[in-house]
């Protein structure tokens, strides 16, 4: 490969603009070139990311305060997951017991001592969970949290304005086609204009539309059969300050799927992600109405899609990112945090790939690796006692091998570390045991066994860690007082 002097980035969603400000922060002698149309609209009303965005604005030097004032950002400590295991339940996934020395059993010990130390906080792995959901409160630090929700259209207007910042070439096309040079690699994009745009590598951000990939031979692998939702609505429903602002996303399970709920500073973003083998549009929105309190004629956005990713995320010299290379349903945010994964990935590969570009093979398998982690942890939360309607009865899902393999063990409260030793996945022992818990996958007596041959020491051990953390982190303010603060900045 000859050393490469133009990137080109096609599409100006949070895929496109994040991969953009990675590789301009790393490769600043590079020209990084964003292409996009603002002709086509981006997707989402109100969007959760997971930790990893965090580590994303740490490392680029973007203003924590700007982020949270431009982008009507709230704070989001974790997900109230209600009604999954079955109607009038509840349990959250907030992984925040964060001072537990990292040991090849990481949390587990505490997590099997704190099951049955209250049985009315179904928030007991959560920390100050159970507060929060009372209170509407934060803890009052800066540094509380490391997740957010977001406006989904400031944020794309904050990250377009980093990226001119950061002198990244913004231009206006509308792509139609490209052209390859003998061995089949991308010379040139062709606008609607018959303009050509050159470059050497080119980062596919495209969205559901995979305009770049879909040239080079790349097709498309159906996980449908693992995650049959394919359909999902959305609504804008507005927020009372009086009542205060929730700092975590709701998740709630409906009768073919379930639905969101994200605060913003201003108003929720809504929607409900269903299959359209078990309830109509049209019938999923009255049922949304009655979820929401509203009279909605129609959606914001009606949407079709199927859970699944193209075979090659690197091929030849373009790089799918974001929905152009696979989507899962939006259960836990992990849209965002696998953009910045695939991004940094990029990253680490790109110079090895100049002189070697077999090397994109082993980002292919670890990109393959780290999406069929979270399909195997999705998954996992549909295995629902839930059996009211003919969705949650017929579970329509072929189990993932993963998954097979691991939950006779994992439901003893036996969640070894070597199952999550691949080198990037999202999800990990600490993730998958919150659900575990949260729909009484667990199996309670063996666990009790477990602790009964605990040596007491060690029991203690654990008892004052827990106890030490919730004392560290005791004083909390409201989340709106919080915000204020931050605004005043």
């Known amino acids: 490969m000859n050393p490469i002097k133009d990137i080109v980035i096609v599409g100006g969603g949070t895929a496109g603009l994040i991969s953009a400000l990675l590789l301009k922060h790393y490769f600043s002698y590079y020209n990084v070139k964003i292409v996009k149309s603002s002709n086509v609209g981006i997707i989402g009303v109100g969007e959760g990311s997971t930790e990893h965005f965090d580590f994303f604005i740490k490392k680029l030097g973007i203003n924590f305060y700007d982020l949270i004032k431009e982008t009507d950002a709230t704070v989001k400590y974790g997900i109230l997951f209600k009604d999954w295991k079955e109607k009038n339940t509840s349990y959250s996934h907030s992984v925040v017991i964060n001072n537990n020395p990292k040991d090849p059993t990481g949390y587990l010990p505490l997590f099997n001592q704190l099951i049955f130390q209250d049985k009315f906080n179904p928030y007991i792995l959560s920390g100050h969970f159970n507060n929060w959901v009372k209170e509407k409160?934060?803890?009052?630090?800066?540094?509380?949290?490391?997740?957010?929700?977001?406006?989904?259209?400031?944020?794309?207007?904050?990250?377009?304005?980093?990226?001119?910042?950061?002198?990244?070439?913004?231009?206006?096309?509308?792509?139609?086609?490209?052209?390859?040079?003998?061995?089949?690699?991308?010379?040139?994009?062709?606008?609607?204009?018959?303009?050509?745009?050159?470059?050497?590598?080119?980062?596919?951000?495209?969205?559901?539309?995979?305009?770049?990939?879909?040239?080079?031979?790349?097709?498309?692998?159906?996980?449908?059969?693992?995650?049959?939702?394919?359909?999902?609505?959305?609504?804008?429903?507005?927020?009372?300050?009086?009542?205060?602002?929730?700092?975590?996303?709701?998740?709630?399970?409906?009768s073919s799927g379930w639905c969101w709920k994200i605060p913003t500073q201003t108003k929720y973003g809504n929607g409900y992600v269903f299959s359209d083998e078990y309830i109509s549009s049209d019938s999923a929105l009255k049922e949304f109405n009655t979820v929401l309190n509203t009279n909605f004629d129609s959606p914001i956005k009606d949407i079709k899609f199927e859970t699944g990713r193209i075979n090659k995320f690197w091929n030849k010299n373009c790089i799918s990112v974001g929905l152009s290379s696979g989507f899962i349903e939006p259960l836990e945010a992990q849209s965002i945090g696998f953009s910045i994964i695939q991004s940094f990935s990029i990253i680490e590969f790109l110079n090895t790939w100049?002189?070697?570009?077999?090397?994109?093979?082993?980002?292919?398998?670890?990109?393959?690796?780290?999406?069929?982690?979270?399909?195997?942890?999705?998954?996992?939360?549909?295995?629902?006692?839930?059996?009211?309607?003919?969705?949650?009865?017929?579970?329509?899902?072929?189990?993932?091998?993963?998954?097979?393999?691991?939950?006779?063990?994992?439901?003893?409260?036996?969640?070894?570390?070597?199952?999550?030793?691949?080198?990037?996945?999202?999800?990990?022992?600490?993730?998958?045991?919150?659900?575990?818990?949260?729909?009484?996958?667990?199996?309670?007596?063996?666990?009790?066994?477990?602790?009964?041959?605990?040596?007491?020491?060690?029991?203690?051990?654990?008892?004052?860690?827990?106890?030490?953390?919730?004392?560290?982190?005791?004083?909390?303010?409201?989340?709106?007082?919080?915000?204020?603060?931050?605004k005043q900045k």
Request: aromatic share 14%; net charge positive.
């Open 137 to 254: 409160s934060v803890d009052d630090s800066l540094s509380s949290t490391k997740q957010y929700h977001f406006d989904t259209y400031k944020l794309n207007t904050f990250l377009l304005k980093e990226c001119k910042k950061r002198k990244i070439i913004i231009e206006e096309h509308y792509v139609e086609d490209i052209e390859l040079n003998n061995k089949g690699y991308i010379t040139n994009l062709l606008t609607n204009k018959k303009e050509k745009i050159n470059g050497d590598l080119f980062i596919d951000c495209s969205g559901f539309k995979k305009l770049l990939s879909s040239k080079l031979n790349t097709h498309w692998i159906s996980y449908k059969d693992f995650l049959p939702l394919n359909h999902a609505i959305t609504l804008s429903t507005p927020l009372d300050l009086n009542k205060g602002i929730e700092p975590y996303t709701k998740a709630t399970a409906l």
């Open 354 to 486: 100049l002189s070697n570009p077999k090397i994109s093979d082993k980002y292919n398998n670890e990109m393959v690796g780290l999406f069929n982690n979270a399909v195997d942890y999705i998954q996992l939360h549909y295995f629902s006692q839930r059996t009211d309607s003919k969705f949650w009865k017929e579970k329509p899902f072929k189990i993932t091998e993963f998954n097979k393999e691991t939950f006779n063990l994992f439901s003893k409260g036996i969640i070894p570390g070597h199952y999550f030793d691949t080198p990037k996945i999202m999800f990990d022992i600490e993730n998958f045991y919150q659900v575990y818990y949260g729909l009484g996958l667990l199996n309670k007596n063996y666990i009790k066994e477990i602790l009964n041959k605990t040596p007491q020491n060690e029991l203690n051990f654990n008892k004052n860690l827990y106890i030490k953390f919730m004392k560290e982190n005791n004083k909390r303010i409201s989340h709106i007082s919080y915000l204020n603060f931050i």
